[in-house]
């Protein structure tokens, strides 16, 4: 059964850094694209960024409202996705879902999530 | 950037069908992928690549994709289908990303 975990959420303040994990069992975790997706309170679905598997290149993108503060890394060895988050904002408080990717790049599967709040 | 526009809300009687838009120019030329999400859980992958079921979704749930609209259609509609249905397409029309529509609410009377 494929499993994802999301941890490392909490309350921070702004301007400060966190870092999420996203463990993932059931599935060769090294052959998948992982996308992080997030969801502020009330609101929508916002795609964060992804990064693709080694076989095509180990590279990452961004959306334009996260990128060149979050970064996103994988440790293929022990099947865990990382987002890293710095500079915070108040508008990044949100639910913050990996995904492991289908072929065609959308979430096959998804984690139950964890919440970030950005507050002083 | 890409913008898929989705009614906020869909509403149908239990055994009716219900059909879910969502818009985006000319997304027939792209795929697109569906979720439901309900209240305080993750979101489920439950159309793929336009018209694909994952394994576990029930064959209720059908999609289809052309011109300016596509369209997620449950059939005879349960009360247990009550929730938000997001859009999905890929774009990197401008730089790649993924985009989501804003979500339909579906009422179920």
């Known amino acids: 059964e494929v499993q994802l975990v999301e941890s490392g959420g909490g309350l921070v303040q702004p301007g400060r850094s966190l870092r999420l994990s996203c463990t993932a069992s059931g599935f060769t975790f090294g052959d998948f694209a992982m996308t992080w997706v997030r969801q502020a309170p009330g609101k929508g679905l916002e795609w964060v960024g992804f990064i693709r598997s080694k076989a095509f290149g180990g590279t990452t993108e961004y959306a334009a409202s996260v990128k060149g503060r979050f970064t996103i890394s994988r440790d293929d060895f022990k099947s865990i996705a990382y987002l890293q988050l710095n500079s915070l904002k108040t508008e990044d408080t949100a639910v913050y879902y990996c995904?492991?990717?289908?072929?065609?790049?959308?979430?096959?599967?998804w984690g139950q999530g964890t919440l970030v709040t950005v507050s002083s | 950037s890409y913008v898929l526009t989705q009614p906020p809300s869909v509403s149908v009687a239990p055994g009716q069908t219900a059909s879910i838009t969502c818009g985006g120019n000319?997304?027939?030329?792209?795929?697109v992928h569906w979720y439901q999400q309900k209240p305080g859980q993750a979101p489920v992958l439950v159309v793929y690549d336009d018209s694909d079921r994952p394994s576990g979704i029930p064959e209720r749930f059908s999609g289809s994709n052309s011109g300016n609209t596509a369209t997620l259609t449950i059939s005879r509609v349960e009360a247990g289908d009550e929730a938000d249905y997001y859009c999905?397409?890929?774009?990197?029309?401008?730089?790649?990303?993924?985009?989501f529509g804003g979500g339909t609410k579906l009422t179920v009377l």
């Open positions: 000319n997304i027939g030329s792209k795929t």
């Open positions: 999905q397409v890929w774009d990197d029309s401008d730089h790649s990303n993924w985009v």
């Open positions: 995904t492991r990717d289908g072929g065609n790049s959308y979430g096959l599967n």
